[in-house]
T-cell receptor, first 114, second 117 residues
């Protein structure tokens, strides 16, 4: 799986959009970009994933550059409860066979300021 | 939907005893579950892949005789930390992949905090 690079920490004001970058310059054509977050002392929570196209769900939007070497997770209206460590993971989805465990990097500690 | 539970949420035990942690998928079936551990201020580390009806696959450096995994049904995987020692104190988290959504995403349990005295 491609290695991903994220800034160790970021601050964002409550109510503003939080934009979390992720570099994955060695990503291969069949690797998806996944985002999870972990609120302190809890299990990780799935946020969103995508391959090429931008994706949006009720939690966030995912913008993937055309060359797929980087992506940005956008939390449109950050709240204090969005304070967490956010992990960007590149993962191959096999068309058959078993799934793979996730390789977590250090993630970005997003702190939402009141 | 897609809820994963773990039991117990926290456990304190004496050195040398064994501790069993349960991971259940509450509203879906999961042939594949995963076990992770996390040390304070560190990222999660995959320990093993648990497959229903077959032996677990352990990551390099994880002792299979120390961390026994049993995936007895499509909704339950257990991790037993045998002869626990203080260095086994950690946050153990499981995840499960719904059979109805293969290779889509994993749903994580809330974690079990183990403290070995």
């Amino acid at each position: 799986d491609a290695k991903t690079t994220q800034p160790p920490s970021m601050d964002c004001a409550e109510g503003r959009a939080a934009n979390l970058p992720c570099n994955h310059s060695t990503i291969s054509g069949n690797e998806y970009v996944y985002w999870y977050r972990q609120i302190h002392s809890q299990g990780p929570q799935y946020i969103i994933h995508g391959l090429k196209n931008n994706e949006t769900n009720e939690m966030a939007s995912l913008i993937i550059t055309e060359d797929r070497k980087s992506s940005t997770l956008i939390l449109p209206h950050a709240t204090l409860r969005d304070t967490a460590v956010y992990y960007c993971i590149a993962l191959i989805l096999w068309s058959g066979g078993g799934a793979d465990g996730l390789t977590f990097g250090k993630g970005t500690h997003l702190i939402i300021q009141p | 939907g897609a809820v994963v539970s773990q039991h117990p949420s926290r456990v304190i035990c004496k050195s040398g005893t064994s501790v069993k942690i349960e991971c259940r998928s509450l509203d879906f079936q999961a042939t594949t579950m995963f076990w992770y551990r996390q040390f304070p201020k560190k990222s999660l580390m995959l320990m093993a892949t648990s497959n229903e009806g077959s032996k677990a696959t352990y990551e390099q450096g994880v002792e299979k005789d120390k961390f026994l995994i049993n995936h007895a049904s499509l909704t339950l995987s257990t991790l037993t930390v045998t002869s626990a020692h203080p260095e086994d104190s950690s946050f153990y988290i499981c995840s499960a992949e719904p059979d109805s959504q293969p290779q889509e995403t994993q749903y994580f349990g809330p974690g079990t905090r183990l403290l070995v005295l």
